[in-house]
């Protein structure tokens, strides 16, 4: 890497804030006790430059559209990011860095997005930020096509650049080979990954694990690789020149991202405490702190100081990220005013508000045809595309077996990477994650982080457990991404244990806001997209089958599928309405508690089938529907489900039965499955008869009389 400094300038001012940012480091987690001060140390000259001088934001508007994003993927570091954010003038003082981890501070142990006003997204689990970063960057990219694809490379409102800094430990995490593998393949030219490559971790020493060469790993995958040695030549030199010079050259370069790996010594200057893992996780010491403050040149018996020139000179960036924007605002009027109606699409989606009359373009299903819920899905999601232009997604290399490929849209792909199945451009719709499933969870967090667009992306559903971390984070910071997870259940048949979910429904339903949704038929899946996409605060998972299921017949002894949007709803009631058992069931186990019904009812058993696809719509319910669904006085109750029964037990009570899969499946067809593991309409109807003897219902398990 060669370029001209000479007109670089680092003020003794701008020397002095970097000191500044190193103390309050120190004094931030001295005070809390705990924390990672070291990173935030040695990373301050680059944190510090790149809100100075390279980061395009406003911090009088931390929402400004025409911003660039900034991820912290090393959030165990996010004294890194809270120091630049009090530092340029963001709602951020110097008592909230004082707080740093405290119960109701701005300044908790991980940056948390939605909580502190310039976190882009919550960090913390290594690597997912990287992932995030590359989410980001293909979001602005589908941003610009769906709003102003004709305008010159760097001309347009919509380009921005995506910024992220990564430590060791987020190289180290799989899910950034996934991530930056594909961020290659995309050719995301908007994209500038800063690696602090300071050879320490926790354990120390990082050669202890990791050996290989990973800038020669990034120039594989095809990134533009810079390097800047801050230790080159034995002695540890700051050049701060060339690591500008390497974001500029990272700006400039459009056409693939960009990897700069800065060598530095973790800690620096803590003269006793510096390259060590000592100083990676755990406050300094007051006597460690008072040494490294006397090489600073400043005052030990002075914590958080901050001195007001230093203060008012790094606020400068306030006003030149208001005249940033203030240039920016002008481009986008004139854009506005050239294209008045993608500016009123522009405005829809921005604020996730969908198009009127958007539902009227769902799909109804014909009662009695045989339909898969994941080719269900597939009709809906082509069906939604042309109203929907903000919806897009794929799948981890199953499209086919998910059924997420809207028809007829391009694919989200360089023009020399499309293929004859799969034409597109870089605008394109349709994301090819491969087999990425941990890098598309984070990668999909990321999208949505971005703001406006809303992904998808598919797997089967034994395949969440790859992408799990990435699941609960967009749980966490409520984000609308959905899963299509189909492959639901032992119903996949022949591809055996290995592919067959039997615990993982209950597993994701433990993460506290995360919607499971496992329409019975066809139509309960359009309801539950609908209920999906209407929802803009919280993740959801759809659990679809890949064995045809029956549409059943609505509006005479099958209530409407409407009901799907309450989560439960009584799908057949008993005759003459006062049911003595209930079955609750979802999915594809929901015909055999219909079959159970008809079979109980003819031996005189009046009994409610209850279609339970989304546990936590309701429970969001109130309570006189919740009990008017499953009224307390009936005991007798039965839950299908082919899986752990697990949290079933709660819905069935003391009296209660589960047909239910405690133990891992086998590999035949679905129907020798369901026969052989005592899934069946049968077996319902004898877990019935049990409860209602539990329950000690007036005749329940009294035997015929045979005569002498």
Not at 103 to 119: D, I, K, Q, R
Not at 420 to 432: A, D, I, N, S, V
């Amino acid at each position: 890497m060669s370029r001209d400094n000479s007109t670089f300038e680092w003020s003794d001012q701008d020397r002095r804030a970097v000191d500044v940012i190193r103390a309050l480091a120190m004094d931030a987690v001295e005070e809390a006790g705990s924390g990672h001060p070291g990173t935030a140390m040695s990373l301050a000259p680059a944190a510090y430059l790149l809100f100075q001088r390279f980061l395009r934001h406003d911090p009088t508007d931390p929402h400004w559209a025409g911003r660039d994003r900034f991820v912290l993927s090393c959030g165990h570091s996010s004294l890194t990011l809270y120091i630049q954010l009090y530092l340029s003038g963001y709602p951020m003082t110097l008592d909230d860095l004082k707080a740093l981890r405290k119960w109701g501070s701005l300044t908790p142990g991980h940056p948390e997005h939605g909580h502190t006003a310039g976190v882009e997204t919550t960090t913390g689990p290594l690597g997912q930020g990287i992932a995030n970063a590359v989410g980001m960057a293909m979001a602005a990219r589908r941003e610009r096509g769906l709003f102003d694809p004709d305008a010159p490379q760097g001309r347009s409102p919509f380009d921005h650049t995506i910024w992220a800094f990564a430590s060791d430990g987020d190289i180290e995490e799989g899910i950034s080979h996934e991530a930056s593998a594909l961020a290659a393949h995309q050719r995301l030219g908007n994209l500038v990954l800063l690696y602090d490559d300071n050879h320490i971790s926790i354990e120390d020493d990082t050669a202890i694990a990791l050996s290989e060469d990973v800038r020669a790993r990034y120039e594989a995958y095809g990134w533009d690789v810079h390097h800047v040695d801050w230790t080159q030549g034995g002695d540890y030199e700051e050049n701060v020149a060339a690591l500008a010079a390497a974001f500029a050259a990272a700006k400039a370069e459009t056409s693939r991202p960009s990897f700069i790996a800065l060598r530095t010594i973790i800690g620096w200057p803590a003269p006793n405490k510096k390259n060590t893992g000592k100083i990676h996780g755990s406050a300094l010491g007051a006597e460690e702190v008072a040494a490294t403050k006397r090489v600073l040149g400043m005052d030990p018996a002075e914590p958080f100081h901050v001195p007001e020139d230093v203060l008012a000179h790094a606020r400068g960036v306030s006003d030149r990220g208001r005249a940033d924007h203030a240039e920016w605002s002008r481009a986008f009027d004139a854009w506005r005013s050239a294209h008045p109606e993608r500016a009123a699409e522009y405005d829809r989606i921005s604020s996730r508000t969908a198009p009127d009359g958007w539902e009227g373009a769902l799909p109804e299903f014909e009662a009695g045809n045989d339909i898969a819920t994941r080719a269900a899905s597939g009709e809906i999601l082509a069906a939604l595309a042309p109203v929907l232009p903000e919806l897009w997604g794929g799948s981890a290399d199953l499209a086919e077996s998910n059924n997420t490929t809207m028809k007829g849209e391009p694919s989200f792909i360089p023009e020399e990477f499309q293929t004859k199945e799969f034409p597109g451009h870089r605008y394109g719709r349709t994301l090819h994650f491969g087999v990425r499933e941990h890098a598309m969870g984070a990668i999909c967090n990321g999208i949505a982080l971005h703001g406006g667009t809303r992904p998808y992306g598919g797997t089967f559903l034994i395949f969440s457990d790859y992408m799990r971390p990435a699941v609960r984070l967009a749980a966490l910071m409520k984000l609308p991404v959905t899963y299509v997870w189909t492959h639901d259940s032992i119903g996949l048949g022949e591809d055996g244990p290995t592919h067959q979910p039997v615990e993982h429904l209950w597993a994701l339903r433990a993460i506290p806001g995360l919607d499971v949704v496992r329409p019975a038929d066809a139509n309960e899946t359009a309801v539950a997209w609908r209920t999906v996409l209407r929802h803009t605060d919280r993740p959801a998972g759809l659990a679809l089958t890949r064995q045809k299921l029956p549409t059943l017949e609505r509006g005479g002894e099958f209530a409407s599928a409407e009901g799907v949007a309450k989560g439960g709803y009584v799908l057949a009631d008993a005759d003459g309405g006062q049911p003595e058992v209930i079955i609750i069931a979802t999915g594809s186990e929901v015909q055999l508690a219909l079959e159970a019904r008809t079979a109980l009812q003819a031996e005189g058993t009046p009994t409610r089938v209850v279609s339970m696809p989304c546990v936590e719509w309701f429970e969001q319910q109130t309570d006189a529907y919740r009990q008017e669904v499953l009224p307390p006085g009936v005991r007798a109750r039965v839950s299908v489900e082919a899986g752990v029964a697990l949290g079933w037990r709660g819905y069935v009570g003391d009296a209660g039965e589960s047909v239910s899969l405690e133990h891992f499946g086998a590999s035949a067809d679905y129907r020798t499955l369901f026969l052989q593991f005592g899934i069946t309409a049968e077996r319902v109807v004898a877990a019935a008869k049990a409860s209602l003897i539990k329950a000690r219902v007036h005749g329940a398990g009294r035997g015929e009389t045979t005569g002498n």
